[in-house]
């Protein structure tokens, strides 16, 4: 097993997580064991994080007992692997949708270090009191068309050192180009932010890019 980042793995050519609730798989993925540890299969087709460490991303702003605000949390897929890899840190997980939190408070009562938060990203001022510290990183894959304005509201509330935004161009213009959208996305943040690195997660999810940026 190759760790390509703290608490990230590639094996066979497929990446892993180390799992915190051995035996358990969350969404169907496989399970192996390997030296008496047990590793989940990371799908890039499922997870877009996985998908932009395949395409290479440089760094995963991720660390063992860090606390990330992960914005539009769905069904827990991506949540249990950062939950993995910031163990024992925290995972604050953002949705707006009712049935989706249903099976993030169930992930929740499996892994101690996942904080479901039923609420609107557009509003950071009415979860942050969920947060017990502020987080490292801002994480957010969210489809809307003001997922820039969204992103912006949480990194100027929460002050990470760190952002992960997965772009979404057909949630943002359906008539223009991908490559235009991205264009414009990148130039907006970085009127505020350094954008450390740009990576497209074709063929993972098309029309997708992941943008990394700090605070400088």
Request: charged share 20%.
């Amino acid at each position: 097993m190759e760790q390509l980042f703290p608490g990230v793995y590639r094996h066979d050519g497929r990446l892993y997580t180390q799992n915190l609730h051995p035996g358990v798989a969350v969404y169907g993925e496989r399970l192996r064991s390997i030296n008496g540890s047990e590793y989940r299969s990371w799908n890039p087709y499922k997870s877009k994080l996985a998908a932009a460490i395949m395409n290479g991303l440089e760094m995963v702003p991720l660390t063992r007992g860090g606390r990330v605000l992960y914005l539009g949390a769905a069904t827990g897929t991506t949540v249990s692997h950062v939950s993995d890899i910031v163990s024992p840190g925290m995972v604050y997980a953002v949705e707006k949708s009712e049935e989706a939190m249903r099976k993030l408070v169930a992930l929740s009562r499996r892994r101690g270090n996942v904080v479901p938060i039923l609420g609107d990203a557009r509003h950071p001022r009415c979860y942050i009191h969920y947060l017990d510290d502020l987080p490292d990183l801002v994480y957010q894959d969210i489809s809307q068309q003001d997922q820039v304005d969204i992103f912006l509201k949480n990194m100027a509330c929460f002050a990470p050192p760190h952002g992960l935004l997965m772009v979404k161009a057909r949630s943002i213009d359906v008539a223009a180009s991908p490559h235009e959208v991205f264009a414009a996305v990148r130039r907006r943040i970085e009127k505020q932010y350094d954008v450390r690195q740009q990576v497209s997660l074709s063929p993972f999810s098309l029309d997708h890019v992941a943008l990394h940026v700090s605070d400088g």
